[in-house]
Structures are given as structure tokens and as C-alpha cells.
């Protein structure tokens, strides 16, 4: 089938959506959750064909891979969505004019989104559960990396479909190739959202080529500020945390920011971080606290290019600082506007950070690995916002609607 012909089914199928009755929709997803646990040896294996062609040190091999409990965990996320309230038909606003016209700001879903991703084939079960619940049809385009665990679980969620009689052209899989990429940026006239998760690279060629609107989910360059007034048991807890809990995704930590005051705290952090064989790119004065006590393979002097970098793996830079506002500048230069968290004692001094901070999600006293939508209370996320316009953050429901006005009269004209 052309894509354009795929587009338009899925187009077609986007307007039954607001007629499905939210309870449905419920059955649906909570359906597919059990189906999901039901064929998890069957996603297992595709996934394993897609894992045999990556070699397992690539940063993105963790994010490919599935496990038992990672789909057990998709599950239960794509049932939390199912009891989450829906987003459509909210009235935002409501108002009646001196003429008796009454004017409602209602929300409404965005009709067909698009979502670009690399190897990360969980997107495919939390975008098509997000999207549905949203009112949305959506259009898939996974990368090559993925394909045969996408085409596994788009089958798995077509069945349910069908089983409630619903069109399974709702969700709709691409093929992995660049042009289908490239005509899917063009479709303004199919589709209505575009929303890119991936490397700042795939982000970059999104923005630049694309004819409808984009949300970017940008790169996650994080930072934690360790301030002179932090708790050192809190801060090597969250550092720790921040850094080895899943090295491989966004929220991961990239560059700890320590405080002159403190650097005979490091050791006892880095004592920590070697638990995990961490890798280490230090500055002169962070380099030499830790020299004696890090291993020699797993320590090295910063460059310029350690410092703004998303590792997506057991990797972190180290930058001393002499004062808040030197922290805050680094931050500034540096961050991708993803997550950045302080540790600190000092409530004006955390004020003052969540204030001058610009980012999508500021922490402080804990780890950055929170920044995502489960965790948020959202369900699950189609992806973390780092702009400004529409949505920023962790993206879910309410962002995946707009509004329309609902104008109700009875025979009002408008005077000459």
C-alpha cells in the first residue's frame, strides 16, 4: 500500500474516534494490557531478532531491549492510562454574552499524530494507549533498529481492534525506510501533530523538513548541582541514583556540579559511583580529590566536549564551581532544558535555582530520574517536552488535545 493511502485511512479512522464512548475505550486498553502479558514470549522473540543486529555496547541496546517485567510494566502503565479521566470534552471556559450567546472552550483531540522514534519499541505500546485515550488516531514510524518488535506489538494492538469491531487503521506502522520518513514530514493534509523521539540529530532533521507542526522532545543533557549547603548523604544517594538507575534514557544524569566547599565530599561519592564502574571525565580540581581513590581505567581529565554531552550511558562528567552563580551559568550553557536538579539545605538558595533555572522539570533534594510521565502521575508519557509552546515536560493526555469554541444561540444576528 502507498503511504499516502495508509495516511488515509488513518485519517478516515481519526473521525470514528470521537464517537467511541470513553468505557470502551477503558475495555480497550485494559484488553491490550492483557494481551500484552499474554504474549510476551511472542514479543520477547521478535525483539531478540532486533537485538541480534545491535552490538550490545551501543547506548541505545538498553533502550531496545525487553524484558518480561519491562512488558509487565508497559502493562500496568497502559492500564493507569485506561483509568485516568479523559482529557476530551472538558469545558474550559464558558461564558454568556449580553446577546444570550453562550460560548464554551472545550477540549478536543488533535485528530492524527505522527511520532518519529528510534529504537525504543515501548513508545509503540505507551503512544498508541496516550492517542486513544486522547481521542487521536496515530502514525508510527519506528526506526530500523526496532522493526521487528513494532511490527510485533502493532499486530498485538490491531487484534484487539478488531475484537471490539473498532477500525485498526487507528494506529498505523510505517516502514523503517528514510524516504517514508521523509513523505510522513509532508502529510500536513493527514496529519496534524508531529512528535519526534529520538537522538538531537533525528530531532534537528525533523524540525528542518517537516511541514506540520512539531513538538520537540529534545535531548536530555542533565546536570545536578551539589550546592555548599547539600546533605552528603542525600546527595550521594541521588547522585548515585541520578546516574546508574537506567544510564541509557533522558533523564539520566550527565554532569554532577559540585560546590569548591565540598570536594572532600567526593570521594565518598565516587566510592559510590565505582559500585556501578562508572565512567568518570573530571576537571582539574575534581580530577586531582579523586585520583588516589578511583580506578585509573575508569578516570579521566574533562575536555571541553565532556561537558554538554547526553552519555546515554555509564559515563558522567564532573565540573567544580566556586559560587552558586557559577553553577547557574554552567547550567545555562550547557543544559538542554531537560531535567536539572539541586542538592541543598538552603530554601532560598532552591528558590532561587527553580527561579533562574530554565528547564522542563526542576528538582530539588532528589533524583532527575523521575522526569517521566508515569512517575508524574500521568500514566505514561509520549515524551518530554524541552520547548515552550503548547506543551513542556512530560507529555500525556491533556497535551495530546487542543480546543475548539462551541457557539450556541437561538436565532441571534449580528447587527449591520
Known amino acids: 500500500m502507498k503511504i499516502e493511502q495508509q495516511l488515509q485511512k488513518t485519517l478516515e479512522a481519526s473521525r470514528g474516534l470521537n464517537l467511541i464512548e470513553d468505557d470502551q475505550i477503558k475495555a480497550v486498553l485494559f484488553e491490550l494490557a492483557n494481551q500484552a502479558r499474554a504474549n510476551s514470549e511472542f514479543i520477547l522473540t521478535e525483539n531478540q531478532k532486533d537485538l541480534d543486529r545491535m552490538v550490545s555496547t551501543d547506548p541505545k541496546f538498553d533502550r531496545l531491549k525487553l524484558t518480561k517485567e519491562r ?47 528510534e529504537a525504543r519499541p515501548n513508545v509503540t505500546f505507551d503512544v498508541f494507549a496516550l492517542c ?47 524516504e517514508e520518513t521523509n513523505e510522513m514530514l509532508r502529510a500536513h493534509r493527514h496529519i496534524d501533530l508531529i512528535i519526534p523521539r529520538g537522538s538531537q540529530k533525528l530531532i534537528n532533521f525533523v524540525r528542518e523538513n517537516a511541514t506540520i507542526p512539531v513538538i520537540e522532545t529534545g535531548a536530555g543533557i542533565c546536570h545536578t548541582y551539589f550546592d555548599e549547603f547539600g546533605d552528603s548523604e542525600k546527595g550521594r544517594e541521588i547522585i548515585f541514583n541520578a546516574k546508574t538507575r537506567r544510564p541509557s534514557v533522558c533523564n539520566a544524569l550527565d554532569c554532577l556540579i559540585i560546590h569548591e566547599s565540598r570536594l572532600n565530599e567526593l570521594p565518598d561519592f565516587a566510592k559510590k559511583l565505582s559500585e556501578e564502574n562508572v565512567l568518570i571525565y ?134 449591520r
Open 282 to 415: 573530571a576537571d582539574e580540581r575534581s580530577y586531582h580529590q579523586i585520583k588516589n581513590v578511583y580506578s585509573t581505567n575508569l578516570l579521566f581529565k574533562a575536555s571541553e566536549e565532556s561537558f554538554g554531552t547526553e552519555f546515554l550511558s555509564m559515563k558522567m562528567a564532573i565540573k567544580t564551581v566556586g559560587s552558586f552563580d557559577e553553577a547557574l551559568s554552567h547550567i545555562n550553557k550547557y543544559s538542554s532544558k531537560h531535567s536539572e536538579a539541586i542538592i541543598s539545605e538552603n530554601n532560598e538558595r532552591i528558590e532561587k535555582f527553580r527561579k533562574m533555572v530554565d528547564a522542563s522539570s526542576v528538582y530539588s533534594n532528589t533524583s532527575t530520574a523521575y522526569t517521566d510521565g508515569a512517575q508524574f502521575g500521568l500514566g505514561a508519557e509520549i515524551g518530554i517536552s524541552t520547548q515552550k509552546l503548547h506543551a513542556r515536560g512530560p507529555m500525556a493526555l491533556e497535551e495530546l488535545t487542543s480546543y475548539k469554541w462551541i457557539i450556541e444561540g437561538d436565532g441571534q444576528t449580528r447587527p
Open 71 to 117: 512488558i509487565k510494566g508497559i502493562a500496568f502503565d497502559i492500564e493507569n492510562v485506561a483509568e485516568l479521566k479523559t482529557p476530551v470534552g472538558r469545558i474550559l471556559k464558558e461564558t454568556i454574552r449580553p446577546n444570550g450567546l453562550k460560548i464554551s472552550k472545550v477540549t478536543v483531540p488533535f485528530g492524527v499524530i505522527g511520532i518519529i522514534y
Open 132 to 178: 486513544l485515550k486522547s481521542g487521536n488516531a496515530c502514525v508510527l514510524k519506528g526506526g530500523s533498529d526496532a522493526i521487528y518488535s513494532n511490527q510485533a506489538i502493532v499486530s498485538i494492538i490491531q487484534k484487539v481492534l478488531k475484537k471490539f469491531e473498532l477500525d485498526e487503521n487507528i494506529v498505523s506502522l510505517l516502514p523503517a525506510g528514510r
